[in-house]
């Protein structure tokens, strides 16, 4: 259970990080969030949250579109994140969620002239999509945000109205995940995590001008797929019925990880199972996260402190 949160400038019980009705993001979506995971190495005692830096830079880039104005530093952040996290002693999976929102209470719709707060907590979490192996997709009647309207490149938290709409229609129309088109009628993304594609041994995923959120795991993914398994990365638009035809598909994000897309509309996507290309990313990427692959360990930051973290400082 969760006991602690950073909230007005320090860590303080969770029963104390409580905010007004009147609060000016709760009345219009003015506001912006980060999504980080934690991952407990048993064998090291060690948790190591997966690309801090990055996440916050992200955060604060979000922020800068709403006209946000923080004291704070990426590293100041994911100091206070460790410091969250040491509080909370977690020795299983978890998940980071720090808030920047326009903190007046007040009416009136507007981003200038506002307070801007922040607040982090963390909570266990295990899978986000269970069917992480083979998720059953269909391509949703909602369109992604535009970036006309509200940009889909940050986490803004009003456009998660958006994201909730594709994912529900989904689930209760009996499947596992909504993938979204933009404007345009390319496909953009799933309704929390960036889309890949292979064929032919190629691996594709939509352009961050095609309305994405500018995903820290669809950059990992890019990264390894061409590093290690020397696979041709190309970024372009992608329509709709590649997948269908398409050989392998996969959704990313902190909470998807890697999720297979085992159909897309009632079609099988390749034979319907889990694909090569796509086994060997969750694979290496669950080495990665977990502190098992040298190569990429500068992505991780240890959360509790031993003679050599302390040595190391933080990176990622
Ligand atoms: N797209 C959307 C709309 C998301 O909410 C998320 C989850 N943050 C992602 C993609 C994946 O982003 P990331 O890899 O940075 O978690």
């Not at 890019?222 to 709709?240: F, H, K, N, T, Y």
């Amino acid at each position: 259970m969760t006991r602690f949160a950073f909230f007005n400038g320090a860590i303080r019980p969770i029963e104390e990080a409580r905010i007004s009705v009147m609060t000016h993001a709760f009345n219009y979506g003015t506001g912006c969030f980060g999504g980080l995971r934690g991952y407990w190495n048993a064998d090291q005692r060690q948790l190591y949250v997966f690309r801090i830096l990055d996440h916050y830079r992200r955060f604060l880039d979000s922020g800068q579109i709403l006209l946000a104005h923080l004291d704070y530093s990426p590293e100041d952040l994911a100091a206070f994140t460790l410091e969250l996290l040491r509080a909370e002693g977690w020795q299983e999976d978890c998940y980071i969620r720090p808030l920047l929102y326009k903190a007046d209470e007040t009416i009136g719709v507007r981003l200038h002239n506002l307070r801007d707060a922040v607040t982090i907590f963390s909570i266990p979490m295990g899978r986000y999509i269970p069917a992480e192996e083979g998720a059953r997709a269909c391509v949703s009647s909602w369109r992604r945000v535009d970036d006309t309207a509200i940009p889909a490149r940050g986490k803004l938290i009003g456009s998660y109205a958006n994201s909730a709409l594709a994912k529900s229609e989904a689930v209760l129309n009996g499947f596992d995940e909504a993938l979204v088109l933009n404007q345009d009628g390319h496909l953009a993304e799933g309704s929390a995590a960036n889309l890949f594609m292979v064929r032919n041994g190629v691996l594709y995923t939509p352009p961050l001008s095609s309305n994405v959120l500018e995903g820290i795991t669809r950059r990992t993914i890019i990264q390894m797929a061409r590093e290690v398994l020397g696979l041709d990365v190309i970024e372009r638009e992608i329509d709709r019925t590649e997948l269908y035809v398409a050989d392998e598909a996969f959704l990313c994000g902190t909470g998807a990880q890697i999720t297979a897309l085992a159909s897309v509309d009632h079609r099988p996507v390749g034979n319907g199972k889990l694909g090569p290309v796509t086994k060997s990313l969750r694979d290496l990427y669950f080495r990665v996260v977990r502190g098992q692959e040298s190569r990429y360990r500068h992505w991780l930051t240890p959360v509790f402190e031993t003679e050599q973290t302390a040595k190391e400082g933080i990176t990622g």
